[in-house]
């Protein structure tokens, strides 16, 4: 008997309580932050990049999956150009997207990005960062949405080795809309390049994700493979 009546008590608090947080979130315009999804992807890229001078080039192709489903086609034209070689440059990307909303629905998105980005070498780590200020508008909807991303990694330089491991991290805040100022996503990254030999190099990567504006919040693991040409 006391069994019974201690499990009614405790279903009938988590129903209070289910139904306090869901008034509260609605009540605040907040996305729900006890509840926590998760989903596990992978990213395969193909780059071509092309050095004239002071300046680089860069063209690349990006099929990105979500479970069982492709998250977003993706092509990417842009390149830097060095104000201090090695330590400084400007970025400048433009972006095309075929991508699935979090609803599941198809549609065609245009991206820029411009920032800045560098490195600081050093004999066993090199240590480079960027940051770029991202807007990306949807085919048909005047209003972007706007973000500014600032990523750093620490990469090891391994004497007469091909491969370099590497970690980092990247930050994204929403800078407009009803969550302007919030943190958007979070990623942490963790992987190893492989240079094949001046002109040919594969990235693998395994990232941690954490979208923090998705209702409800989201904890995906993204798999990824690179494969990059230097002409």
Known sequence: MKKILFSTLLLLSMALCNSANAQTSSETNTPDTDAFDTHIGTMWDLSVGKKLGPVRLMLQQSVFTIDTHMERAMTIFGGDVEIIPTYLKVTALGFYLYHRSDAGQYRDLLRYHIGLNGAAPSQYITFSWGARYESTY??????????????????????????????????????????????????IDLGVTYKIDKHNSVELLARAENRQLATPQQWNANFGFAYKISL
């Open 138 to 187: 949807i085919v048909g909807n005047k209003t972007p949405v706007d973000k500014f991303r600032a990523r750093i990694r620490f990469s090891g330089n391994i004497p007469n080795s091909k491969f370099s491991p590497f970690i980092g991290a990247e930050h994204f805040l929403q800078v407009n809309g009803d969550y302007a100022g919030e943190t958007e996503r979070v990623w």
